[in-house]
């Protein structure tokens, strides 16, 4: 008799704690889709070659920008467990004016920015509805311009498509405002690197570096 109770015992201590498991797996992990929006300020550095009058001579510009943008962004992801979660992110840049001096050339143009990144996000809990951010994500960037270059008595009207990679990092954190929903907020920094660009009429290659820093806003929806 006394065996019989002790394996019931164990039963039951088992069969609780796989209940206990379950439960707390559905609370604490599953999918979740949010969108966010960012206000961010672009460092540009690039290096312009373009020919000249009939292609008779080759002109090559370094210059530096500095400008703001608004953007915002889907994603969709999986909860591993209260502390990590990963993401798939699609950000779209609002498109940009920029006009630029530079030694004997003008560049005068519009561009936009769209990335496809997947994410890693470690949330330690901070509060009793708060968590630490700290995420950090990678992928491929794609951008788009339209410039119009003027160097002395040639004026030349270029669209370029670019694509790269992109890497960053976000630290912030995260509020929960409902049992299935939350805010996640805090501040951005993105590297691009685009490499060797050509125009579509080929006049015009250029080298670019980008590095962004902002801030984020956003919220998730859990399953």
Same mark, same amino acid.
């Given at each position: 008799?006394?065996?019989?109770?002790?394996?019931?015992?164990?039963?039951?201590?088992?069969?609780s704690?796989?209940?206990?498991?379950?439960?707390?797996?559905?609370?604490?992990?599953?999918?979740?889709?949010? $969108?966010?929006?960012?206000?961010?300020?672009?460092s540009?550095?690039?290096?312009?070659?373009?020919?000249? *009058?009939?292609? #008779?001579?080759?002109?090559?510009?370094?210059?530096? =920008? $500095?400008? /703001?943008?608004?953007?915002?962004?889907?994603?969709?992801? !999986? *909860?591993?467990s209260?502390?990590?979660?990963?993401?798939?992110?699609?950000n779209?840049?609002?498109?940009?004016?920029?006009?630029?001096? @530079?030694?004997?050339?003008? *560049?005068?143009?519009?561009? $936009?920015?769209?990335?496809?990144?997947?994410?890693?996000?470690?949330?330690?809990?901070?509060?009793?509805?708060?968590?630490?951010?700290?995420?950090?994500?990678?992928?491929?960037?794609?951008?788009?311009?339209?410039?119009?270059?003027?160097?002395?008595?040639?004026?030349?009207?270029?669209?370029?498509?670019?694509? /790269?990679?992109?890497?960053g990092i976000?630290?912030?954190g995260?509020? =929960?405002?409902?049992?299935?929903?939350?805010?996640?907020y805090?501040?951005?920094?993105?590297?691009?690197?685009?490499?060797? #660009?050509?125009?579509?009429?080929?006049?015009?290659?250029?080298?670019? =570096?980008?590095?962004?820093? /902002? #801030?984020? *806003? @956003?919220?998730? !929806?859990?399953?």
């Amino acid at each position: 008799m006394k065996n019989m109770s002790l394996a019931k015992l164990i039963v039951g201590i088992v069969v609780s704690g796989a209940c206990t498991n379950v439960a707390w797996a559905d609370a604490n992990s599953g999918v979740f889709i949010g $969108s966010s929006f960012t206000y961010v300020r672009s460092s540009v550095d690039f290096q312009t070659t373009f020919d000249g *009058i009939f292609g #008779l001579y080759r002109h090559t510009v370094t210059m530096k =920008e $500095s400008s /703001g943008s608004l953007g915002g962004s889907i994603r969709a992801g !999986y *909860i591993i467990s209260p502390n990590h979660r990963t993401y798939f992110e699609f950000n779209n840049v609002a498109k940009t004016e920029h006009d630029i001096d @530079g030694s004997n050339v003008h *560049i005068k143009g519009e561009q $936009s920015f769209k990335t496809f990144t997947l994410g890693y996000a470690f949330t330690p809990s901070s509060g009793e509805k708060s968590r630490f951010l700290l995420d950090v994500h990678v992928g491929r960037a794609s951008a788009r311009a339209r410039e119009t270059i003027t160097s002395g008595f040639t004026v030349m009207k270029e669209d370029m498509k670019f694509s /790269g990679t992109v890497i960053g990092i976000k630290l912030g954190g995260i509020y =929960e405002i409902i049992e299935n929903g939350e805010i996640e907020y805090g501040v951005k920094m993105d590297g691009y690197s685009y490499g060797d #660009l050509t125009s579509q009429s080929g006049r015009i290659t250029a080298k670019r =570096e980008q590095t962004d820093v /902002g #801030l984020f *806003i @956003g919220v998730n !929806y859990k399953f």
